[in-house]
């Protein structure tokens, strides 16, 4: 008898999760013709990170945040926020080869996201620590989209950018910088989770610097006069020379 590969329950939901946002993505298409893929596809990334965000916080739980908490067993909310966010990942990234629209860094991202919550999928004891990451990675990705479009649409030099992009990049920086490494150096010092935990979240932190150095050297690009200028005026009012 030829054998035939059969599909575990979690790769046909996972394969499902993928289709839904593909058909998700057609349909946009579909919907607005005139706009471009890319459009369609961020429109797609506005509703995954939306989602994901106010999802992972309310799962996670941040007023009672605690070991007995992170470990508890996952619960079916929990598998369910995994299978729809491995989904859009898969989605994401076959985009992203498709049209070559980012960096390595991005697929570096969507790579590692998969991995990850496949890794997460086999546990009994991470849904809590999966809703905590899933919602500080996506935390500040509305903010992304919505700079993307004012800017897609014309309006990069009003102030409503000017707003949303400063949000974005302080709170990416907050976020993934100062809230990432405290985040990081507990969970490398604690005996709560797994290795494979850990190394996941060592990798994650990782590329969350890269972004980092990338929106560092962006501001320092865009603002860099902006920044000079407050400084001559805070100095200059506390009656200090600057040259």
């Not at 908490?69 to 990942?89: E, Q």
């Not at 903010?143 to 014309?154: D, K, M, S, T, V």
Request: with cysteine.
């Amino acid at each position: 008898m030829a054998w035939r590969p059969e599909l575990s329950p979690a790769s046909l939901l996972k394969l499902v999760s993928f289709l839904n946002w593909g058909a998700l993505y057609l349909w946009c298409c579909a919907k607005w013709p005139k706009q471009s893929p890319e459009w369609c596809s961020r429109l797609v990334t506005v509703l995954h990170g939306s989602v994901a965000t106010a999802v992972g916080i309310y799962q996670c739980g941040v007023r009672s945040i605690t070991p007995w908490r992170l470990t508890m067993k996952i619960t079916s909310w929990h598998y369910a926020l995994m299978v729809w966010s491995w989904g859009y990942f898969a989605f994401d990234l076959i985009w992203c080869l498709v049209y070559w629209t980012e960096n390595t860094l991005m697929l570096c991202h969507h790579t590692s996201a998969l991995y990850a919550i496949t890794i997460y999928m086999q546990k009994q004891y991470t849904g809590c620590t999966f809703a905590c990451t899933l919602a500080m990675m996506e935390v500040t990705n509305p903010f992304l989209q919505a700079r993307w479009f004012l800017r897609y649409e014309g309006y990069d030099t009003t102030m409503l950018y000017f707003l949303v992009e400063v949000t974005y990049l302080l709170s990416f920086l907050a976020v993934r910088g100062v809230l990432g490494t405290w985040v990081i150096y507990r969970i490398v010092e604690s005996d709560i989770f797994d290795m494979d935990e850990k190394i996941i979240s060592v990798i994650f932190y990782f590329v969350s610097l890269a972004f980092i150095r990338d929106i560092v050297g962006y501001i320092v690009y865009r603002y860099r006069s902006r920044i000079v200028r407050s400084i001559q005026k805070l100095f200059g009012r506390s009656g200090h020379f600057v040259k």
